[in-house]
T-cell receptor, first 114, second 109 residues
Framework: NAGVTQTPKFQVLKTGQSMTLQCAQD?????MYWYRQDPGMGLRLIYY???????DKGEVPNGYNVSRLNKREFSLRLESAAPSQTSVYFC?????????????FGPGTRLTVT | TQLLEQSPQFLSIQEGENLTVYCNSS?????LQWYRQEPGEGPVLLVT?????EVKKLKRLTFQFGDARKDSSLHITAAQPGDTGLYLC?????????FGAGTTVTVRA
């Protein structure tokens, strides 16, 4: 079980360039999430997908788009990168069992926009 | 505006000392979670507290949930260098998490 995997691990973009961050989970979870983490601000939710075929905006969606490709994969796209999007991006998936609700996080993608 | 306020932002202590991290919310969540994050990795769930007044223990870590379910604390007894990391509290609502800004804990050998 790889859990939640993210690619790439590091990326440097110039302002205006586009890119897609990839995320996959092998735990058969219905819900998936994209967060960004900035110093002193914790993790903020960008977009989430409660189930395959649905996506919804989170707290900070501007400048991003997402695609839930299938149950396993949830990608995040930056169409025209800006320096303000320099951050560490985390993907997560979640499960709800008798023991409660839990999110599992990937290792993150460190993005720098110059 | 952060819904969850954590304090302190940074904490540096000597091995063997005790420490407490606080998490205060302006809202009531269905439950509150504590995560630990190490450099270069994603957060990992430590505990979930659900009931007001609840106390949970995980080895040397003690988690408390306030009676009004709006505040929580994490207490580490006899801290070790392996406890070094970023500690995050998160409120659970509608199957989504709202995170505090985190407390960076450094335990010096």
């Amino acid at each position: 079980n790889a859990g939640v995997t993210q690619t790439p691990k590091f990326q440097v973009l110039k302002t205006g360039q586009s890119m897609t961050l990839q995320c996959a989970q092998d735990m058969n979870h219905n819900s998936m999430y994209w967060y960004r983490q900035d110093p002193g601000m914790g993790l903020r939710l960008i977009y989430y997908s409660a189930s395959e075929g649905t996506t919804d905006k989170g707290e900070v969606p501007n400048g991003y788009n997402v695609s839930r490709l299938n149950k396993r994969e949830f990608s995040l796209r930056l169409e025209s990168a800006a320096p303000s999007q320099t951050s560490v991006y985390f993907c997560a998936s979640s499960e709800t069992l008798a023991g409660g609700y839990r999110q599992y996080f990937g290792p993150g993608t460190r993005l720098t926009v110059t | 505006t952060q819904l969850l306020e954590q304090s302190p932002q940074f904490l540096s202590i000597q091995e063997g000392e005790n420490l407490t991290v606080y998490c205060n919310s302006s809202s009531v969540f269905s439950s509150l979670q504590w995560y630990r994050q190490e450099p270069g990795e994603g957060p990992v769930l430590l505990v979930t507290v659900v009931t007001g007044g609840e106390v949970k223990k995980l080895k040397r870590l003690t988690f408390q949930f306030g009676d009004a379910r709006k505040d929580s604390s994490l207490h580490i007894t006899a801290a070790q260098p392996g406890d070094t990391g970023l500690y995050l509290c998160a409120g659970v609502k509608d199957y989504k998490l709202s995170f505090g800004a985190g407390t960076t804990v450094t335990v010096r050998a």
